[in-house]
């Protein structure tokens, strides 16, 4: 019988990784910034959710991310990532607390071991909503993430697109980790 969860199956359970790294323009030290991070993610599966006809279950989501030496998270993220079997459709929707909410989306097949997830600003389906004061000066204009799962682990690559004020292009913001089993 096929996994109800599909290619979230995987990710099910209590991660942590210690060699993550961001990229992101820095305001303290006014430039591009490699910051190092260790990170903890929790995924635990609900379902299904009915929408009429369609049946999705999911994973309830929490991370946070620490720099080496400090007590409190730099970064932090809620939401749901969720699988649609009829469809193939899977979907992350999280809030980073800057005032930020995003539902990327793509397609996998039910055993697939690696997958994309897309949104933008601008974007029928799948996009990004932000503060008005990050509209002015740091757009969240589009983020892709790709999901590859392995034994005992998972990795994600993520770019954030920023337009900001300080860059005449569109900045790649991006963040890459390995999670290692612990529950
Ligand atoms: C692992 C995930 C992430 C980490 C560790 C992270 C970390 C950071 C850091 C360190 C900064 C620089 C803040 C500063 O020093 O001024 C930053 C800026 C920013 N991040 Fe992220 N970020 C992550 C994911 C995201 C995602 C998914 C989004 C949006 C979809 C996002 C949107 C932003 C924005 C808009 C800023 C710019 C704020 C400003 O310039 O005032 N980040 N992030």
């Known amino acids: 019988m096929a996994n109800e969860w599909g290619p979230l199956a995987g990710l099910i359970g209590e991660w942590e990784g210690t060699g993550g790294l961001d990229t992101a ?4 030290q006014g430039k591009v910034l490699g910051t190092p991070y260790k990170e903890k993610v929790t995924l635990k599966p609900f379902g299904p959710v009915d929408n009429g006809r369609q049946h999705l279950y999911g994973l309830d989501y929490k991370t946070a991310m620490w720099r080496e030496s400090e007590d409190n998270p730099f970064h932090t993220e809620v939401g749901y990532w969720l699988w649609d079997s009829a469809t193939g459709e899977v979907l992350r929707g999280f809030v980073v607390p800057r005032g930020i909410t995003v539902l990327a989306g793509g397609v996998a097949s039910a055993d697939a071991t690696s997958f994309t997830m897309k949104a933008a600003i601008d974007d029928p389906q799948y996009k990004i909503a932000e503060n008005q004061y990050l509209t002015a000066n740091a757009s969240s204009v589009s983020y892709e993430v790709t999901i590859t799962i392995g034994d005992g682990n998972w990795s994600y690559a993520e ?12 900045f790649a913001h991006t963040d890459a980790n390995t999670l290692h089993r612990v529950g």
């Open 159 to 170: 770019t954030t697109g920023l337009k900001m004020k300080e860059f005449g292009e569109t």
């Open 25 to 28: 323009y820095s305001h303290s």
